[in-house]
């Protein structure tokens, strides 16, 4: 089945603990991206990757690290969080990064608090 | 700076009641996006327009992309239940496609 998987589901840390997220997309997609999701505020990027070895800045990158290094893993690193990175994160991934109307296919998302 | 503008924010409607939902902006996209979210999973994607204009519809959905490109409605014939979740807008530009912006959603709940 054509997925995007992200784990872990839920996650519950404390101030300053480095942690990472996977995701793992099976389609062979070129594109990945990360997105926060707080109340009123909807989705914001904070990294993507338009393809291996190659990521750049979302709206909202301060805080978080991100890395390419093979087409289907694009994890996202916490290296210290902080209470206001608590929120619904999202993995998506598209076919292709350079078509701006290429379909963004999203994982099921990690709620993540840090107090 | 929201770039996406979607109004209503919330909408609760009965059954077989028709509704607009509409997404604005003051810059041009290359290509607008329709997603619906349901509790405990990520969007899904309804549908991509690309061209001012341009009309497409999805069984009892609506969409339709603004002549300049700028903003975007979908509309629902006789909502049924089923049509509850949070509807986003996203939209794409071709001088920076990897960067995507989304509206900050439509909660839509539609009573029996």
């Known amino acids: 089945e054509a997925q995007v998987t992200q784990n872990p589901r839920y996650l519950i840390t404390v101030t300053g603990k480095k942690l990472t997220v996977t995701c793992s997309q099976n389609m062979n997609h070129e594109y990945m991206s990360w997105y926060r999701q707080d109340p009123g505020l909807g989705l914001r990027q904070i990294y993507y990757s338009m393809n291996v070895e190659v990521t750049d800045k979302g709206d909202v990158p301060e805080g978080y690290k991100v890395s390419r290094k093979e087409k289907r893993n694009f994890p996202l690193i916490l290296e210290s969080p902080s209470p206001n990175q608590t929120s619904l994160y999202f993995c998506a991934s598209s076919f292709r990064g350079r078509v701006e109307n290429s379909p963004l296919h999203f994982g099921n998302g990690t709620r993540l608090t840090v107090t | 700076t929201q770039l996406l503008e979607q109004s209503p924010q919330f909408l609760s409607i009965q059954e077989g009641e028709n509704l607009t939902v509409y997404c604005n902006s003051s810059?041009?996209?290359?290509?607008l996006q329709w997603y619906r979210q349901e509790p405990g999973e990520g969007p899904v994607l309804l549908v991509t327009?690309?061209?001012?204009?341009e009309v497409k519809k999805l069984k009892r959905l609506t969409f339709q992309f603004g002549d300049a490109r700028k903003d975007s409605s979908l509309h629902i014939t006789a909502a049924q239940p089923g049509d509850t979740g949070l509807y986003l807008c996203a939209g794409r530009r071709n001088t920076n496609a990897g960067k995507s912006t989304f509206g900050d959603g439509t909660t839509l709940t539609v009573k029996p």
């Open positions: 810059s041009v996209f290359s290509s």
């Open positions: 327009v690309v061209t001012g204009g």
